[in-house]
């Protein structure tokens, strides 16, 4: 069972605000509240996060998941799971430049639920939980840089 969606939003900050807090993934829990740690363990040569251990409450169960991304300042960036409790995940932030000091937002996700979480997570709870992984990523972010 995998959980996929994509998600956009015009953000009224520039488009390099915008990408150093969505970079910045230890501090990712001031604006996500369901990432309960996010602990670097890696960091490239100019010192990005590249591999970082989480856990997040997924409100059916607490979930690990040891991350690794990649960045293309200030576009984007993306990430993978290399070991967790999930079968798969994937996900990427892309940015464009609005002009004006706006930034187009999109969050893309990819999670592979694995066949016995999967077996638990059906009907309504698939569109609960892709509105809380994907769906209202956006304007999470969106409403963190507004207010700094």
């Not at 915008?18 to 993934?25: F, G, L, N, Q, T």
């Not at 230890?26 to 509240?33: C, L, N, V």
């Not at 995940?89 to 996700?109: C, H, I």
Request: glycine content about 10%; overall charge negative.
């Amino acid at each position: 069972m995998a959980i996929e969606g994509s998600a956009s939003i015009e953000i009224n900050a520039p488009i390099d605000r915008v990408y150093a807090i969505a970079a910045d993934v230890e501090g990712s829990p001031r604006w996500q509240p369901e990432i309960k740690t996010a602990v670097p363990i890696e960091h490239g040569p100019n010192g990005e996060q590249t591999y970082v251990k989480t856990t997040v409450d997924s409100k059916v169960k607490t979930m690990q998941s040891d991350l690794r991304f990649s960045y293309d300042a200030p576009t984007g960036l993306s990430w993978r799971q290399e070991e967790g409790d999930l079968k798969e995940v994937r996900g990427s932030w892309e940015f464009v430049d609005l002009g004006d000091g706006r930034t187009k937002a999109t969050y893309n996700l990819y999670v592979d639920l694995g066949r016995k979480l999967g077996m638990v997570i059906r009907g309504p709870l698939v569109d609960l939980m892709r509105k809380q992984l994907c769906d209202t990523m956006p304007g999470k972010l969106k409403g963190f840089v507004e207010a700094e």
